[in-house]
């Protein structure tokens, strides 16, 4: 199975600070790589498909980038309401696999 | 829109089977562009994919669970549903049901805690 790595675990910022998240894969996925976002008794919310697309609805101050085995999330000018815990999910190849998941928090 | 809801016991005694009932609304459960499926997040830890089901029924397994899961679809009542047998308190965890594409997860139901216990 693919195993997602993400860097780092834990992240203390300030507002309007940029934030980078890391997912490395062991192999390559392409760019079948998603990212989450979860908040305290949330259920996860998509904010990135596919390494770098952005979805309607989910702020532009949320980026991805990526492909192959790296691959990186930023959240620029970071505001209050994006502490949560991220996730990245690689659906290249099953069983379909998450990170460990890295919690911001401000 | 589309809501996805969980349904079943809180509490499951260990070696019995959990059963959990996952109800669409606002969409068509035989989309031919979705598949539906199970994941679930133990207190305090990360997410791990159980199983997805297709609406005609095909379906696929995380092998580390595979033995002890079945997944199954009912269209007329758009609902699908997650067997895991044998469980201990290792299963304890949010359960969440949601729809997936080849690609992301989206959108996911609001997750059932069950607990594994005696």
């Known amino acids: 199975e693919i195993v997602l790595t993400q860097s780092p675990d834990f992240q203390s910022a300030t507002p309007k600070e940029k934030v980078t998240i890391t997912c490395r894969a062991s192999?390559?996925?392409?760019?079948?790589l998603h990212w989450y976002q979860q908040k305290s008794d949330q259920s996860p919310k998509v904010l990135i498909r596919?390494?770098?697309q952005s979805l309607s609805g989910v702020p532009s101050r949320f980026s991805g980038s990526g492909s192959g085995t790296d691959f990186t999330l930023t959240i620029d000018s970071l505001e209050a309401e994006d502490a949560a815990t991220y996730y990245c999910?690689?659906?290249?190849?099953?069983?379909?696999?998450f990170g460990q998941g890295t919690k911001v928090d401000i | 829109q589309l809501q996805l809801q969980e349904s079943g016991p809180g509490l499951v005694k260990p070696s019995e089977t959990l059963s959990l009932t996952c109800t669409v609304s606002g969409a068509s459960i035989t989309s031919s562009s979705h598949y539906w499926g199970w994941i679930r997040q133990p207190p305090g830890k990360g997410l791990e994919w159980i199983s997805s089901i297709y609406y005609s029924g095909s379906t696929y397994y995380n092998p580390s669970l595979e033995s002890r899961v079945t997944i199954s679809i009912d269209t007329a009542k758009k609902q699908f549903s997650l067997k895991l047998s044998s469980v201990t308190a290792s299963d304890t965890a949010v359960y969440y049901c949601?729809?997936?594409?080849?690609?992301?997860?989206?959108?996911w139901g609001q997750g059932t805690l069950v607990t594994v216990s005696s």
């Open positions: 949601a729809r997936l594409s080849i690609g992301e997860v989206d959108p």
């Open positions: 192999q390559s996925i392409g760019s079948s």
């Open positions: 596919y390494a770098s």
């Open positions: 999910h690689q659906s290249s190849i099953l069983p379909w696999t």
